[in-house]
């Protein structure tokens, strides 16, 4: 069974940084393409960051660019996300997600039950 | 960027009944690359509908997705309990973006 269990959310202020952790288990991580997804309270889903599966290729919401980072640990089935300079429009749900179906990158068929982020002085 | 815009936003019915659920694009949806999640309460969101109109592994045939360009419609026959939920619309191209969901509600 495919598991995907984030962790790292919390209260941080504006201009903060934090680190989403992504533990993944039951498939084969180290072939997937993985993605970080969140939402926003009464917002829909948006799409933040995306690696390959070797992390060679990495791609991110214009929003983010240059102030989060997404690496993954093939060794220890986990993917991250470094989020620095934070700001409240960050505020939202992240989720971590698996992508490949059908071999499409952004497709997503495995979804973690997501870590609140908070950004708030 | 693909805006998408989902309508109803809110659609009430009875279990039994049919659902229409509509997904409109801002410019072309490229080789149909559109997808249906369902996000039940509670639960992470599951993967129904992909290339507009193939279920994914697993999916009921009382969903069914149609539509090309930029008008996409997602249907689900015979209403069951745990078919109530919020549906997003999602194009799945170079620069993915989902809609803003439709709930459908217990009447």
């Known amino acids: 069974e495919v598991q995907l269990v984030e962790s790292g959310g919390g209260l941080v202020q504006p201009g903060g940084s934090l680190r989403l952790s992504c533990a993944a288990s039951g498939f084969p991580f180290s072939g997937s393409w993985m993605s970080w997804v969140r939402q926003a309270t009464g917002k829909g889903l948006e799409w933040v960051a995306n690696i390959k599966y070797d992390g060679t290729e990495i791609y991110y919401v214009d929003s983010v660019e240059g102030r989060f980072t997404i690496s993954r640990d093939n060794g220890k089935n986990s993917l991250y996300l470094q989020m620095n300079s934070l700001r409240a429009e960050d505020t939202a749900v992240y989720y971590c997600?698996?992508?490949?179906?059908?071999?499409?990158?952004?497709?997503?068929?495995?979804w973690g039950q997501g870590t609140l982020v908070t950004v708030s002085s | 960027e693909i805006v998408l815009t989902q309508s109803p936003g809110t659609l009430s019915m009875s279990p039994g009944e049919r659902a229409t659920l509509s997904c409109r694009a801002s410019?072309?949806?490229?080789?149909?690359?559109l997808a249906w999640y369902q996000r039940r309460p509670g639960q992470a969101p599951r993967l129904l509908i992909f290339?507009?109109?193939s279920r994914a592994a697993g999916i009921p045939d009382r969903f069914s997705g149609s539509g090309s360009g930029t008008d996409f419609t997602l249907n689900i026959t015979r209403l069951e309990p745990e078919d109530f939920a919020v549906y997003y619309c999602q194009q799945y191209g170079s620069s993915p973006t989902f809609g803003g969901g439709t709930k459908v509600e217990v009447k």
């Open positions: 290339g507009a109109s």
């Open positions: 997600v698996r992508g490949g179906y059908s071999h499409y990158v952004f497709l997503f068929d495995s």
């Open positions: 410019q072309t949806v490229s080789s149909s690359q």
